[in-house]
């Protein structure tokens, strides 16, 4: 049976976004890192493992002088993303391919990009409880790519000097650190997310550059809820605004 789709709105209706009503679905995550970055005019990007798109249509939506590629593994998902792209009139920003990320060099030349952005599958196939939707499980453990593979896909793809934007647990922050610096992108940027004050971290956001100095800024934390359940914070609802 055919899953339904639904379709959301960002930024008071200005920016549209279907996504299947049972199967992977965004959440804050592909918001906080998609305003991460400043790409600058003519850049040319790479949204991997880009799911249902929204990465890739808030990036052209705050920045109109960038063009993205939208690398997607999954074909339901690949197919939410051309209609996203359609519904949003971004034909001539967007570009789509549906491909395996590990098998990146048949899918671009070497050095194409200077920018990646990625908010990689995270949940260990044999540790905790799986998401049992396979849409789900693919985007969010690491089925069919590790951590490894993505980091290889993303040193691939970048220019000398390009950058790359990832989000992952804050939990596994060394993990993610020393995978990056193995693949030589040097981390220069990096904050860390709480739910609320008074938290543990929930989620870190790095920047990291191809061949890059060691230097790296430690920015300050991010809150995304002002107390336990309450409403947003003034910085998260401005991720919201027009």
């Known amino acids: 049976m055919p899953n339904a789709i639904t379709e959301d709105t960002l930024f008071s209706g200005r920016l549209h976004c279907m996504q ?65 792209i359609e519904a949003n009139h971004l034909q001539e920003r967007i570009s789509l391919r549906q491909g395996d990320l590990r098998a990146v060099n048949t899918l671009f030349p070497p050095e194409t990009f200077d920018w990646v952005v990625c908010n990689p599958p995270y ?43 990832l989000i992952y647990p804050a939990s596994r922050t060394a993990v993610l650190l020393a995978a990056l610096k193995n693949a030589r992108l040097e981390p220069k940027r990096m904050q ?21 100095g060691e230097e790296m800024s430690l920015l300050p934390p ?5 107390a336990p359940g309450g409403a947003y914070t003034a910085e998260m609802a401005r991720l919201y605004e027009p």
């Open 123 to 165: 949940g260990k196939v044999a540790a905790g409880r799986r998401n049992p939707a396979g849409e789900q499980a693919v985007c969010r453990h690491e089925i069919q790519a590790e951590l490894g593979d993505v980091v290889r896909a993303i040193s691939y793809a970048l220019k000398n000097r390009g950058r790359a934007a």
């Open 20 to 84: 299947h009503a049972d199967g992977y679905r965004f959440s804050v995550d592909p918001v906080l890192l998609a305003h991460f970055i400043s790409p600058r005019p003519g850049a040319r990007l790479l949204d991997l493992g880009a799911g249902c798109g929204v990465i890739s249509l808030i990036l052209c939506y705050r920045h109109p002088a960038i063009r993205v590629t939208a690398l997607e593994l999954q074909p339901a998902l690949a197919a939410l993303i051309a209609r996203n």
């Open 192 to 212: 860390i997310v709480y739910s609320c004050p008074g938290s543990e971290g929930k989620l870190v956001l790095v920047e990291a550059m191809k061949n890059g």
């Open 222 to 226: 991010f809150f995304i809820y002002a």
